[in-house]
């Protein structure tokens, strides 16, 4: 086989994608792949309901910390991925699950590609809820299914205000993950997948 034949396994246009990546000094990424297994522990909804941030581990709090306060660079690329209703996902259920939450939610969405032989997966689960008035936001990032970077955003009719972001995780010592909320006047389902959060690949100081 010479250098120029295409085997017959590859598409065209993803050699073509891969030989740019490699001129171009930028890691091979693939986004045509389906979330089959989510990481994401199945309390998540109850997560949405508390007043705060936690994290189930000191250890895992520093893992999440060193990555948020990572120096970012550069933006490298924009990864360009679908997001999927998470088959948990409670926003199309005919009533909330409790009086706290205000009908269509919690919401969980997530997406998942391959960034250099790296599974990368992000889910994204918000709710509106009462008692007080409030929305909260969390995105989870995994990389091959270790949480590796957290972000989380919530607003209270209290005037409480906690922000979060972005939501980063580091692939090494080099490059990071970054996924940018993407501002909307609206919080349904179908809103948030019609303007979806950005997510790209940075350089790190």
Same mark, same amino acid.
Not at 86 to 94: P, Q, T
């Given at each position: ?18 030989? #740019?990546? #490699?001129? &171009?000094?930028?890691? %091979? /990424?693939?986004?045509?792949?389906? =979330?089959?297994? +989510?990481?994401? &522990? ?27 306060? &990572?120096?970012?660079? &550069? ?10 209703? =998470? ?14 939450? #205000?009908?269509?939610?919690? +919401?969980? %969405? ?11 997966? %992000? ?11 409030? $929305?909260? /936001? ?29 939501? %980063?995780? $580091? ?5 990071? /993950? /970054? ?9 349904? $389902? ?10 790209? $690949?940075?350089?790190?100081?």
């Amino acid at each position: 086989m010479t250098k120029d034949t295409i085997p017959p396994t590859q598409p065209r246009h993803t050699v073509k994608a891969r030989r #740019a990546a #490699a001129a &171009a000094n930028m890691p %091979i /990424v693939n986004t045509s792949i389906s =979330a089959q297994m +989510c990481p994401l &522990a199945p309390g998540w909804p109850e997560r949405l309901r508390g007043m705060r941030f936690g994290f189930s581990s000191p250890a895992e709090e520093d893992r999440l910390k060193s990555a948020h306060y &990572a120096e970012l660079s &550069a933006r490298r690329m924009t990864i360009d991925t679908d997001w999927q209703v =998470a088959s948990d996902d409670h926003s199309r259920e005919a009533s909330a699950p409790d009086a706290h939450l #205000a009908t269509g939610f919690p +919401c969980h %969405i997530h997406t998942e590609s391959e960034i250099a032989g790296q599974r990368v997966h %992000i889910d994204r689960t918000w709710a509106n809820l009462w008692g007080p008035g409030r $929305l909260k /936001v969390e995105w989870h990032i995994f990389i091959d299914d270790r949480l590796s970077g957290f972000g989380g955003e919530m607003g209270s009719s209290l005037g409480l205000t906690i922000s979060i972001r972005p939501a %980063i995780a $580091l692939l090494d010592h080099s490059r990071a /993950v /970054v996924v940018e909320h993407s501002p909307r006047g609206k919080i349904t $389902l179908q809103d948030v997948l019609a303007e979806p959060d950005r997510i790209a $690949l940075y350089a790190t100081m």
